[in-house]
């Protein structure tokens, strides 16, 4: 949640498309994070809150609509801005490459063990 920790924060986002995350099923309980991938020895792990997941699918990167990159927390982003984004910040990816899509719930503090995002 790096690149995208204000629109978590405000809860405009709702949808993450991620490269891999396979076995991620609906009703995982997630922990949003700043960053856990590529942390330095010694940077703390800020969490930021907890989700469940609704749905988890595998698509084309290109086949994002325009309510897509809404719920992805980039109303000012059209498709193929949206796409060439996320080709930028992740290594190896094209239009063409097929993605996770996991939609979630924000779910208020319960204190749960939860896994890392």
Same mark, same amino acid.
């Given at each position: ?7 978590? %924060?405000? $809860?405009?986002?709702?949808?993450? *498309?991620?490269?891999?995350?396979? #076995? +991620?099923?609906? =009703? ?10 590529? %942390?330095? $020895?010694?940077?703390?792990?800020? *969490?930021?809150?907890?989700?469940? #997941? +609704?749905?988890? =699918? ?24 949206? #796409? ?34």
């Amino acid at each position: 949640m790096a690149l995208t920790e204000p629109q978590v %924060r405000a $809860r405009s986002k709702t949808v993450t *498309r991620r490269m891999g995350w396979h #076995v +991620l099923k609906p =009703g995982d309980r997630l922990t949003l994070c700043r960053k856990v991938m590529g %942390r330095r $020895r010694g940077e703390p792990l800020v *969490r930021i809150v907890d989700v469940q #997941v +609704l749905t988890v =699918g595998r698509e084309r990167l290109d086949e994002i609509t325009p309510d897509e990159v809404l719920a992805e927390g980039f109303p000012d982003m059209n498709p193929a801005q949206f #796409v060439r984004f996320f080709c930028d910040s992740h290594k190896g990816c094209t239009p063409e490459s097929t993605v996770t899509r996991i939609e979630w719930r924000y779910l208020e503090p319960e204190g749960e063990q939860t896994t890392l995002l």
